[in-house]
């Protein structure tokens, strides 16, 4: 009995580290959006929520999920300093708050309306998402003014911030981070110039930085690819696609987006908001802006120099998706169309749509799409999260009501899933018999 006892504590101990999957950038593992968690529940309510965290202030950054520890970033509601927070993923406790002060050149008393800390009504102060790489927390902070990149101990000690110096955009920011190896990499993208750049995780020196073509501000978050043993950081926005050696920022290839005006409006240079992913040997781009107009498309990845507009197979131009990044899954490609809060399902090879279907109500959706397990899970600004299959047809399986308005994108982590509210961290796991139940 004794010995049984023994190797049920192993198994009770040893099946978390093995199980666990940290989301520890924005949109998880490779920016993909995809999570190999199971059992994550398709019907939401109070027997599922583990725990729910008041989130002070405001703010639209995701959470990001590593050692057990759920990171996010918030503005004060007086806008007067920006947070960095540390919440037990476990507990719900939250294990620290850092602050950031605003710039002390905007009058934060009176209107935000042409002024340097002016923000869309869709967009934050706080809208950033920070990564982690299992070491340090890095976050990048906007104080109205200026931007700063940072990082920080997982005990909440600063190790180093980097001015990055003013940020121009019609919108306001929302620039995220990622870590590819021993440095920090960042896309940033303004109304008035465009460039990536890498920093040294450990002392946030700077290693290099590319200039790009500016157009108008997009919120991109790279992503690395693998190919041919070597990584390419990736790159889009307005100016195109472009692959970065990550050790010294030299250009592998590049793809310049040609913009063409029409009759109709479509084709002129538009925004980037949800970034590209990689699947199935394409990189799929979407672009559009506040007007409605949409630019979509699949592009082969190139080798060296400059990729010739043929390697573009397929583009769209409607009901594509804007702000909420795609999500793929085998043969199928699947995105929000955040307007019309439309789900689609296309054929990632040939662009061809499949189905497509209303989710229900007019409000609109800037979180990005989840995978887990083979089902989608979408969340609109007014708080539904739709629940529905990865497939060839559609099959709507929950819609749950949140009961506060949701404009970042989930994490999933350690079998649970972490929403962030306009008020509140809430933490989502499988349902659990209360005492007494059959």
Known sequence: MLHRRLALLAIAVLTPAVLAADWTRFRGPEGLGTAPDKNIPVAIGPKETLWKTPIPGTGHSSPIVSKGKVFVQTASADKLKRELLCVDAATGKIDWTKEVPASPKINWSGPLKNTPAHTHTLNSHASSTPTADGERVYAVFWDGERISLTAWTYSGQPLWAKDLGTYVSQHGPGLSPIVVGDRVILNIDQDDLAEVAAFDAKTGESLWKKSRQAYRACYTTPFVLEKDGRQEVIVSSTAGVTAYDPKDGAVIWNWTWVWKSTKSGQGGALRQVGGPIYHDGLIFVTSGDGGGDRHMLALKPGTSGEVPDSAVVWRKTKETAYVPMVLAS????????????????????????????????????????????????????????????????????????????????????????FVRTTTQLVCIQPSRRRRGES
Do not use: H
């Open 330 to 417: 085998g043969p199928y490609l699947f995105w929000i169309a955040d307007k019309e809060n439309k789900a689609v399902c296309a054929e990632a090879k040939t662009g061809k749509v499949l189905w497509d279907e209303r989710l229900g109500g007019s409000d609109q959706v800037t979180a990005s799409p989840v995978l887990i397990d083979g089902k989608i899970y979408s969340v609109n600004t007014a708080g539904r999260m739709f629940v529905f299959e990865a497939g060839p047809k559609f099959n709507l399986l929950a819609e749950n009501d949140l009961k506060e308005p949701v404009f970042a994108t989930p994490a999933v982590a350690d079998g649970r899933m």
